[in-house]
């Protein structure tokens, strides 16, 4: 019954922008954490950052300056603002919510969206 839908993936020059939405149903929405993870080719999955269920945010310290993470509880949507895209950022970006302890361990999470591509170019 839990879905999360990414979108907003797509292709981008080195420097710029783009914004990713995940529209979540089925869960309490203003109760849960809602974060975003990303894998790039060959490598784990990574944590990017987290918008608590108070609101606060917290991200990994490879974007951290560069992305943004808001939510709109009336929306029971969560964005990801990416800026100054480097070639490294390229991934599929997940959507994930839960309960959330240790936000960087991707075994706390309940609910994982099905992911959007995100390539940057050089």
């Known amino acids: 019954q839990v879905q999360l839908v990414e979108s907003g993936g797509g292709l981008v020059q080195a420097g710029g922008s783009l914004r990713l939405s995940c529209a979540a149903s089925?869960?309490?929405?203003?109760?849960?954490?809602m974060a975003w993870f990303r894998q790039a080719p060959g490598k784990e999955r990574e944590f990017v950052g987290i918008?608590?269920?108070?609101?606060?945010?917290l991200y990994a310290n490879s974007v951290k300056g560069r992305f943004t993470i808001s939510r709109d509880n009336a929306k029971n949507t969560v964005y990801l603002q990416m800026n100054s895209l480097k070639p490294e950022d390229t991934a599929v970006y997940y959507c994930?919510?839960?309960?959330?302890?240790?936000?960087?361990?991707?075994?706390?999470?309940?609910?994982w969206g099905q992911g959007t591509q995100v390539t940057v170019s050089s």
């Open positions: 918008s608590w269920s108070s609101g606060s945010t």
């Open positions: 089925g869960l309490q929405f203003t109760s849960q954490s």
């Open positions: 994930t919510a839960g309960r959330v302890t240790r936000p960087w361990t991707k075994d706390d999470y309940n609910y």
